[in-house]
């Protein structure tokens, strides 16, 4: 199976950058890293997908070193609205994709 | 508007009455899953489908059925539900990753907005 590995939590303030790092170690050649959001009782929301080095979008940046066994999702300057649960998942050809327990992530005022 | 819909979106049920939740897909996608989502279990995926008549078990298959005989609809079918697939369910669809360059791309998920079932 396809593992990640994330904090369970993370608390922020808002308009402060946060960093969600995601550990993947056994990642396969072919394997991209993507991140998803979720909000209570709704479906998981892509945020942003990469393959290795840096790759930006106009909610967040997503880092990926030369060996791939990690990742970091960052969000610049969160808001309330930015409180959810993010998920980092390793999706490659093979279509069964596994989330992890995903990192929840509280904005405080 | 370019969307996943399923029904119904909440459904109380007795054991052992055969069930099935419907999803579609507008966006002509190939490929389609099922999850279910419980307290910190996160989403596991029940089953996916390649494209049409295509299907293949996910991490928790069992006591589910699907089936793909259209691109647009991969219906969820729980024949004898039980309480422990008391659970939020989640269907999604996305298009079939590119074979074009090393490696081929993974096109991201859209997600429906999912149906709560309780199994009493």
């Known amino acids: 199976l396809a593992k990640t590995t994330q904090p369970i939590s993370m608390d922020s303030y808002e308009g402060q950058e946060v960093n969600i790092t995601c550990s993947h170690n056994n990642i396969a050649t072919n394997d991209y890293i993507t991140w998803y959001q979720q909000f209570p009782s709704q479906g998981p929301r892509f945020i942003i997908q990469?393959?290795?080095t840096k790759v930006t979008n106009e909610v967040a940046s997503l880092f990926i070193p030369a060996d791939r066994k990690s990742s970091t999702l960052s969000l610049p300057r969160v808001s309330l609205s930015d409180t959810a649960v993010y998920y980092c998942l390793r999706s490659g050809s093979a279509r069964q994709l596994t989330f992890g327990s995903g990192t929840q992530l509280t904005v405080l005022p | 508007e370019a969307q996943v819909t399923q029904n119904p979106r909440y459904l109380i049920t007795v054991t052992g009455k055969k069930l099935t939740v419907t999803c579609s897909q507008n966006m002509n996608h190939e490929y389609m899953s099922w999850y279910r989502q419980d307290p910190g279990l996160g989403l596991r995926q029940i089953y996916y489908s390649m494209n049409v008549e295509v299907t293949d078990k996910g991490d928790v298959p069992e006591g589910y059925k699907v089936s793909r005989k259209e691109k647009r609809n991969f219906p969820l079918i729980l024949e004898s539900p039980s309480p422990n697939q008391t659970s939020l369910y989640f269907c999604a669809s996305s298009l079939k990753e590119s074979l074009l360059g090393t490696p081929p791309r993974t096109d991201t998920q859209y997600f429906g907005p999912g149906t709560r079932l309780t199994v009493l």
């Open positions: 990469g393959y290795k």
